[in-house]
């Protein structure tokens, strides 16, 4: 039972460059959420899942898109990367109560 | 909108101190509440959770009280050990749907010998 999992954990991008954030969960829960860290600002959620077929909006949804692929996978796809997303970036799943968090991925845009 | 306060960091502490990390919470209707623990190089783990007023969540010698006369959640333990730096996260779940996390800006622990 590996819980929730995220690849990369370290990437480095250049402005304009494109990526995909990949995360998955082995607990069978149906919501899933994708969070950024920045320092002095606790975590902004960006985008979640409430259940698989369906997606909605955090509150800090603008450069981002998402793709809940089946129950397991939610990702996170910057198009057109920014500076300004350079942040550490947390996947999580829920069940009753408690989120799980996976490891993050750290990403830097130059 | 749902926002949640808590004190700034670093605090830092020697080994069998008492601490208290200081959390107000603003929302409509009744949140649960929530910390969370991030230790170095890590996701989130919950602490400890209350889901009504005047429960009180505790997990590992730390205890929360949800206090909705003073809208606060503040969490205390009474003997801190080293293992126990971390940065550590108040955050409340709203009402309408989603279970949706809002939180707080983190405060950082250092424990020393």
């Known amino acids: 039972n590996a819980g929730v999992t995220q690849t990369p954990k370290f990437q480095v991008l250049k402005t304009g460059q494109s990526m995909t954030l990949q995360c998955a969960q082995d607990m069978n829960h149906n919501s899933m959420y994708w969070y950024r860290q920045d320092p002095g600002m606790g975590l902004r959620l960006i985008y979640y899942s409430a259940s698989e077929g369906t997606t909605d909006k955090g509150e800090v949804p603008n450069g981002y898109n998402v793709s809940r692929l089946n129950k397991r996978e939610f990702s996170l796809r910057l198009e057109s990367a920014a500076p300004s997303q350079t942040s550490v970036y947390f996947c999580?799943?829920?069940?009753?109560?408690?989120?799980?968090f996976g490891p993050g991925t750290r990403l830097t845009v130059t | 909108g749902d926002s949640v306060t808590q004190m700034e960091g670093p605090v830092t502490l020697s080994e069998e101190a008492f601490l208290t990390i200081n959390c107000t919470y603003t929302?409509?209707?009744?949140?649960?509440l929530f910390w969370y623990v991030q230790y170095p190089g890590e996701g989130l783990q919950l602490l400890l959770k209350a889901t009504k007023a005047d429960d009180k969540g505790s997990n590992k010698g730390f205890e929360a009280t949800y206090r909705k006369e003073t809208t606060s959640f503040h969490l205390e333990k009474g003997s801190v050990q080293v293992s126990d730096s971390a940065v550590y996260f108040c955050?409340?779940?709203?009402?309408?749907?989603?279970?949706?996390?809002?939180f707080g800006t983190g405060t950082q622990l250092k424990v020393e010998l």
């Open positions: 999580a799943s829920h069940y009753s109560y408690e989120q799980y």
């Open positions: 955050a409340l779940s709203d009402t309408g749907g989603g279970n949706k996390l809002t």
């Open positions: 929302a409509t209707g009744y949140p649960s």
